[in-house]
């Protein structure tokens, strides 16, 4: 069992190879089974999905601590595959520009998750964060070079940032180890010299989450961009970021000061600016990436406490999150460039029209789905630790999350259709069985995590306690 | 009767009364019954093929008939209530987010299942108010079970988490229930509503987090973290925040901004759900949590809760007389019945609170009478000008009927249930807010000139010949109408239930006055000095 359990990162690595190769060297073939090949993609994912769920109970660490398989690893593997499963199954596959490249790059964002996931130092982390993130921009250079070069430029600094930041750390403390670091700090005080590293790896992360600033980021969810990539940049890229904080959070834990009021004033801006940012904006796609964004606040904010409910109510909240904000755009398909399209989508395309007001629901955190029961779970930490300022902040940005995504829901369901002739150039997306039961499943995964929250919440605990929290 | 009710709740001793047919039906999940049985059918309903509207008759059928099964649900619990058993009812216990403390517990006591018969009926009269719904009503009829279902929720709720789940969830089905049906500034009147009750969440679930933090952050159940003492400055800061959930939701000054716009944009059936029961989980969290909870900090703040309940009453009279539209009048006088139950609770004491619990009902009845005949009027006049509207009565006598009851039972007049409850309000209130009954007495002086002028011009004056044509009430219209006039009537009329002749047993109905005082004594217990088993 223990020799398989990085079996399914192997699994999504290999597929995407297979779908590049096979696209580069059997051109033929490749366009034969054009129309199977995202069934054949969501399979594997699938696959690998169940292959973790199955081997990744076991704990352990190997090559030397450069990789560890623990509870967390496995809650954000299985969330990062399930996910990327759905939006590659959901997606609208006219829409997107090289089939084979939107069906690779899906997997390589998903690999680059799960090893920030299993990452056991700090070079893992970072690794994982820039697997993801050029899996992201390479998606999004396909449509929007210019807006590609831009997040190249500004994540490349952050990339840097991130790594000198914790080149630093690993100077003080002596070890890249994440676990080892713990013991290492404990102790050590929490100095300005040590702050500003930290503080600089915290807000690449940030940047990286397409938290701060959100405006650069923000072209990705603008229409020219194809739904898939939005995909991978507020969802996956967000996920793996997200996944870094919560490791780093933890392995930082005993200096918590150092990042703790940093964490905290990007939590509340990001909770309350992403809320008004999707009120503000009338573009569907642009709207869900900035409810995810406010989501990602909440999981900070969670993040800030430094104590495993906390920590663990705030993984809960990120599976949450990475299912919805990745899964969301691809549904909505190419009709998420403006307002107008969307009208009527509930008569026209019911299946997607459900699966997305239930993302966009749970993106906003309204009950019973499962962005309420997350935030809840990371408001009763912040009440149990005291943080009644940060939990303010959340409710204020919950209300206008609400709003945004209520006046994006009307629009499906209490709108007519517009004219063909209207939708300026803009098709509704494809209807095909496969499509649709994809949009079941997302209806059906984001309820269902509420309705079994109880054992989800239950492994999101066990995570935080994996990571040395207690 | 009101002696009876002054000398049964100054020392509440309810003694058990044999019921014919008494324990002949029992559920383990007989909430969740009334709970869910409205959000499967609003799930199926929203996903059966409609094409063109066929089958629009059958969804309305299935709207009404599963109300009725519920309503029946519901009558067996409340017949089967024990009322002389402080404790709570029904009770269901699951563990849901053990984690945080979170259980799914249900269960009723008195002043909840007043409340779960007043969500049941108004289920009934709100599908029969929609009659009139033509489109989309597959997603109307699915969206109104599923408000449906958070207000019931809400109330069988015995678990914080649970509590605020349903109290958040009900924004959304109504937000978009007025968005889609409602009239031309539908738009507005959806946001501002979406605004105010989000505010409103968001008190409540700071007051919820405070009481959370305060009782060792281990349970969100009722039972443990309603009953550990929190600091008194700690309660205050819980009671400010509950007012403010309250004020937003009930509505009360200043927090009434959604009333005008939704009342009068809202269709019928969705201001009968909202007036009638919705807006009563506002003052049921102010009982249940901070009455019954944190009474620290209900003594510092029942002035200003008092304060507030006198001036809504006055500015709802004030308004309503000013007011150019008369289904503005309706949204401002359907503020009456909120603020007084408000004021009971102020009071403090087992009269006011009894009177209260009791007004939670006749207020609901009475406020969505009062807003859903307005509405009515001004649709069967086609116009919603109060200047126009004149000398309407001789062509409309059914709805003159209906609305100069709807008129009555705001003002609280004998016969009415809100007579009782009003009078309860008062007795139990003057000892303890003897200024604010003053305030509340001169404010439905007010509001009975502000009735009577508009009755005066809008139903006796002389007709006007340039007015639209008008028409009387149609078969649904009257139903509606009359059923909550006739509840208002029975209530008052036979509070604690017909007795068969010569004898206590209750015949079909127990009384609601009978139902409601389980539990009272324990509200009121911090008030009196008393402790309670």
């Not at chain 2, 007709?463 to 139903?479: F, G, I, Y």
């Given at each position: 069992?223990?020799?398989?359990t990085?079996?399914?990162e192997?699994i999504?690595?290999?597929?995407?190879?297979i779908v590049?190769l096979?696209?580069?060297f059997?051109?033929?073939?490749h366009?034969?089974?054009?129309?199977?090949?995202?069934w054949?993609?969501?399979?594997?994912?699938?696959?690998?999905?169940?292959?973790?769920?199955?081997?990744?109970?076991?704990?352990g660490?190997?090559?030397?601590?450069g990789?560890?398989?623990?509870?967390?690893a496995l809650?954000?593997?299985?969330?990062?595959?399930?996910?990327?499963?759905?939006?590659?199954?959901?997606?609208d596959?006219?829409?997107?520009?090289s089939?084979?490249?939107?069906?690779?790059?899906?997997?390589l964002a998903?690999?680059?998750?799960?090893?920030?996931?299993?990452?056991?130092?700090?070079?893992?982390?970072?690794?994982?964060?820039?697997?993801?993130?050029?899996a992201?921009?390479?998606?999004?250079?396909?449509?929007?070079p210019?807006?590609?070069?831009?997040?190249l430029?500004?994540?490349?600094?952050?990339?840097?940032?991130?790594?000198?930041?914790l080149?630093?750390?690993?100077?003080t403390?002596?070890?890249?180890?994440?676990?080892?670091?713990?013991?290492?700090?404990?102790?050590?005080?929490p100095?300005l010299?040590?702050t500003?590293p930290?503080?600089?790896?915290?807000?690449?992360?940030?940047?990286?989450?397409?938290?701060?600033p959100?405006?650069?980021?923000?072209?990705?969810?603008?229409p020219?961009?194809?739904?898939l990539?939005?995909?991978?940049?507020t969802?996956?890229?967000?996920?793996a970021?997200?996944?870094?904080?919560?490791?780093?959070?933890?392995?930082l834990?005993?200096?918590g000061?150092?990042?703790?009021?940093?964490?905290?004033?990007?939590?509340?801006?990001?909770?309350?600016?992403?809320?008004?940012?999707?009120?503000?904006?009338?573009?569907?796609?642009?709207?869900?990436?900035?409810?995810?964004a406010?989501?990602?606040?909440?999981?900070?904010?969670?993040?800030?406490?430094?104590?495993?409910?906390?920590?663990?109510?705030?993984?809960?909240?990120?599976?949450?999150?990475?299912?919805?904000?990745t899964?969301?755009?691809?549904?909505m398909?190419a009709?998420g460039?403006?307002?107008?399209?969307?009208?009527?989508l509930?008569?026209?395309?019911?299946?997607?029209?459900?699966?997305?007001?239930?993302?966009?629901?749970?993106?906003?955190?309204?009950?019973?789905?499962?962005?309420?029961?997350?935030?809840?779970a990371?408001a009763?930490?912040?009440a149990?630790?005291?943080?009644?300022?940060?939990?303010?902040?959340?409710?204020l940005?919950?209300?206008?999350?609400?709003?945004?995504?209520?006046?994006t829901?009307?629009?499906l369901?209490?709108?007519n259709?517009i004219?063909e002739?209207?939708?300026?150039?803009?098709?509704?997306?494809?209807?095909?069985?496969?499509?649709?039961?994809a949009?079941?499943?997302?209806?059906?995964?984001?309820?269902?995590?509420?309705?079994?929250?109880?054992?989800?919440?239950?492994?999101?605990?066990?995570?935080?306690?994996g990571l040395?929290?207690? | 009767?009101?002696?009876?009710?002054?000398?049964?709740?100054?020392?509440?001793?309810?003694?058990?009364?044999?019921?014919?047919?008494?324990?002949?039906?029992?559920?383990?999940?007989?909430?969740?019954?009334?709970?869910?049985?409205?959000?499967?059918?609003?799930?199926?309903?929203?996903?059966?093929p409609?094409?063109?509207?066929?089958y629009?008759?059958?969804i309305r059928?299935?709207?009404?008939?599963?109300?009725?099964?519920?309503?029946?649900?519901?009558?067996?619990?409340?017949?089967?209530?024990?009322?002389?058993?402080?404790?709570?009812q029904?009770?269901?216990?699951?563990?849901w987010?053990?984690?945080?403390?979170?259980?799914?517990?249900?269960?009723?006591?008195?002043?909840?299942?007043?409340?779960?018969?007043?969500?049941g009926?108004?289920?009934?009269?709100?599908?029969l108010?929609?009659?009139?719904?033509?489109?989309r009503v597959?997603?109307?009829?699915?969206?109104?079970l599923?408000?449906?279902?958070?207000?019931?929720?809400?109330?069988?709720?015995?678990?914080?988490?649970?509590?605020?789940?349903?109290?958040?969830?009900?924004?959304?089905?109504?937000?978009?229930?007025?968005?889609?049906?409602?009239?031309?500034?539908?738009?507005?009147?959806?946001?501002?509503l979406?605004?105010?009750?989000?505010?409103?969440?968001?008190?409540?679930l700071?007051?919820?987090?405070?009481?959370?933090?305060?009782?060792g952050?281990?349970?969100f159940?009722?039972?443990?973290?309603?009953?550990?003492?929190?600091a008194?400055r700690?309660?205050?800061?819980?009671?400010?925040?509950?007012?403010?959930?309250?004020?937003?939701r009930?509505?009360l000054?200043p927090?009434?901004?959604?009333?005008?716009d939704?009342?009068?944009?809202?269709p019928?059936?969705?201001?009968?759900?909202?007036?009638?029961?919705?807006?009563?989980?506002?003052?049921?969290?102010?009982m249940?949590?901070?009455?019954?909870?944190?009474?620290d900090?209900?003594?510092?703040?029942?002035?200003?809760?008092?304060?507030?309940?006198?001036?809504?009453?006055?500015?709802a009279a004030?308004?309503?007389?000013?007011?150019?539209?008369?289904?503005?009048?309706g949204?401002?006088?359907?503020?009456?019945?909120?603020?007084?139950?408000?004021?009971?609770l102020?009071a403090?004491?087992?009269?006011?609170?009894?009177?209260?619990?009791?007004?939670?009902?006749?207020?609901?009845?009475?406020?969505?009478?009062?807003a859903?005949?307005?509405?009515?009027?001004?649709?069967?006049?086609?116009?919603?000008?109060?200047?126009?509207?004149?000398?309407?009565?001789?062509?409309?006598?059914?709805?003159?009927w209906?609305?100069?009851?709807?008129?009555?039972?705001?003002?609280?007049?004998?016969?009415?249930?809100?007579?009782?409850?009003?009078?309860?309000?008062?007795?139990g209130?003057?000892k303890?807010?003897?200024?604010?009954?003053?305030g509340?007495?001169?404010?439905?002086?007010?509001?009975a000139?502000?009735?009577?002028?508009?009755?005066?011009?809008?139903?006796f004056?002389?007709?006007?010949?340039?007015?639209?044509?008008?028409?009387?009430?149609?078969?649904?219209?009257?139903?509606y109408?009359?059923?909550?006039?006739g509840?208002?009537?029975?209530?008052?009329?036979?509070p604690?239930?017909?007795k068969?002749?010569?004898?206590?047993?209750?015949?079909?109905?127990?009384?609601?006055?009978?139902?409601?005082?389980?539990?009272?004594?324990?509200i009121a217990?911090?008030y009196?000095?008393?402790?309670?088993?």
């Open positions: 069992m223990r020799a398989l990085f079996l399914p192997v999504v690595v290999a597929g995407a190879a590049l096979n696209a580069r059997r051109p033929a073939f366009r034969r089974m054009r129309t199977r090949l995202p054949f993609v969501a399979a594997i994912l699938l696959v690998a999905l169940g292959v973790e769920l199955w081997a990744g109970a076991t704990v660490s190997y090559y030397n601590g990789l560890v398989q623990d509870r967390f809650f954000a593997k299985a969330s990062a595959l399930l996910a990327t499963a759905i939006a590659v199954a959901a997606a596959w006219p829409v997107e520009d089939l084979s490249f939107s069906l690779a790059m899906p997997m998903a690999f680059g998750v799960m090893v920030t996931a299993s990452a056991g130092d700090f070079i893992g982390v970072w690794a994982g964060i820039e697997v993801t993130a050029a992201g921009l390479a998606m999004l250079a396909l449509r929007r210019d807006q590609a070069m831009r997040l430029l500004a994540g490349g600094a952050a990339g840097a940032l991130l790594l000198g930041g080149a630093y750390v690993y100077a403390a002596g070890t890249a180890d994440l676990l080892e670091m713990r013991r290492m700090l404990t102790g050590v005080a100095t010299p040590l500003i930290v503080a600089l790896a915290f807000g690449s992360i940030a940047f990286r989450a397409s938290l701060s959100l405006q650069v980021s923000g072209g990705a969810f603008a020219p961009a194809s739904p990539s939005t995909s991978l940049v969802g996956l890229s967000a996920a970021a997200l996944v870094a904080a919560v490791k780093i959070t933890a392995a834990g005993p200096v000061p150092v990042f703790g009021t940093f964490l905290e004033v990007v939590a509340v801006v990001t909770m309350i600016g992403g809320g008004a940012a999707a009120l503000a904006v009338r573009a569907p796609r642009a709207r869900i990436g900035f409810l995810a406010a989501q990602s606040g909440w999981v900070l904010a969670g993040l800030s406490t430094h104590y495993h409910a906390g920590t663990g109510s705030a993984v809960f909240l990120l599976g949450a999150l990475t299912i919805a904000a899964a969301g755009p691809a549904v398909g009709l460039a403006s307002e107008a399209t969307m009208a009527g509930g008569t026209l395309r019911p299946h997607r029209a459900v699966a997305l007001s239930l993302c966009l629901l749970s993106l906003a955190g309204a009950p019973p789905l499962a962005g309420f029961f997350g935030e809840f990371v009763s930490a912040l149990g630790a005291g943080r009644f300022e940060l939990l303010a902040a959340g409710l940005g919950g209300i206008l999350s609400v709003t945004a995504a209520v006046g829901i009307r629009l369901y209490l709108y259709p004219e002739s209207r939708r300026a150039g803009i098709v509704l997306p494809v209807w095909s069985r496969f499509s649709a039961g949009a079941v499943l997302l209806a059906v995964v984001i309820p269902a995590y509420s309705l079994f929250a109880n054992p989800i919440l239950g492994l999101a605990f066990q995570s935080a306690e040395g929290l207690r | 009767m009101i002696a009876a009710a002054l000398h049964g709740f100054s020392a509440a001793t309810p003694s058990p009364a044999p019921i014919p047919g008494a324990g002949l039906f029992t559920a383990s999940y007989l909430l969740s019954i009334c709970i869910w049985i409205p959000a499967v059918v609003a799930l199926v309903i929203a996903v059966i409609n094409p063109r509207g066929r629009d008759t059958v059928q299935v709207a009404f008939f599963t109300n009725l099964l519920l309503m029946f649900v519901m009558f067996i619990a409340y017949n089967q209530f024990e009322s002389f058993l402080p404790n709570v029904y009770e269901e216990k699951i563990p987010l053990p984690q945080i403390g979170a259980i799914y517990h249900l269960g009723v006591d008195g002043p909840s299942m007043v409340l779960l018969i007043l969500s009926l108004i289920g009934i009269i709100a599908v108010a929609s009659a009139g719904v033509r489109e597959r997603s109307y009829f699915a969206l109104l599923l408000a449906q279902t958070c207000v019931t929720g809400a109330v069988a709720s015995h678990d914080l988490f649970v509590l605020t789940l349903f109290w958040a969830a009900a924004i959304i089905p109504i937000a978009l229930l007025i968005l889609g049906w409602g009239g031309p500034r539908r738009e507005a009147a959806a946001w501002r979406t605004g105010y009750w989000g505010v409103g969440v968001a008190a409540l700071l007051a919820v987090m405070a009481i959370y933090a305060g009782s952050g281990t349970s159940d009722m039972d443990v973290a309603l009953k550990s003492a929190l008194p700690t309660q205050v800061i819980v009671a400010l925040a509950l007012i403010v959930a309250a004020a937003t009930l509505p000054f927090f009434h901004g959604w009333v005008r939704v009342y009068a944009e809202a019928i059936g969705v201001i009968v759900l909202i007036a009638g029961s919705a807006t009563r989980l506002g003052a049921y969290v102010l249940r949590v901070l009455v019954a909870a944190e009474p900090g209900a003594r510092v703040l029942s002035p200003l809760i008092a304060g507030i309940a006198v001036v809504t009453v006055i500015y004030v308004a309503a007389m000013r007011t150019a539209d008369i289904r503005h009048a949204g401002y006088l359907a503020l009456v019945p909120g603020a007084i139950t408000v004021f009971g102020a403090l004491t087992p009269l006011g609170i009894a009177g209260a619990v009791l007004s939670l009902f006749t207020g609901g009845m009475a406020a969505a009478l009062i859903g005949a307005f509405h009515t009027v001004s649709d069967r006049a086609q116009t919603r000008a109060v200047a126009v509207l004149s000398g309407l009565a001789p062509r409309m006598p059914k709805l003159a209906l609305t100069v009851l709807a008129a009555l039972g705001v003002l609280g007049v004998p016969l009415m249930a809100t007579f009782t409850s009003n009078e309860m309000t008062f007795f209130a003057f303890t807010q003897p200024v604010g009954a003053f509340i007495a001169l404010g439905l002086a007010l509001v000139i502000s009735l009577a002028v508009l009755l005066q011009r809008v139903m004056g002389r007709p006007n010949p340039d007015a639209p044509a008008v028409s009387d009430t149609s078969l649904s219209e009257t139903w109408l009359a059923l909550l006039a509840a208002l009537l029975w209530v008052g009329i036979v604690g239930g017909p068969i002749p010569g004898t206590d047993v209750p015949l079909f109905d127990p009384g609601i006055m009978n139902v409601m005082v389980a539990d009272i004594p324990e217990a911090p009196t000095g008393t402790t309670t088993p």
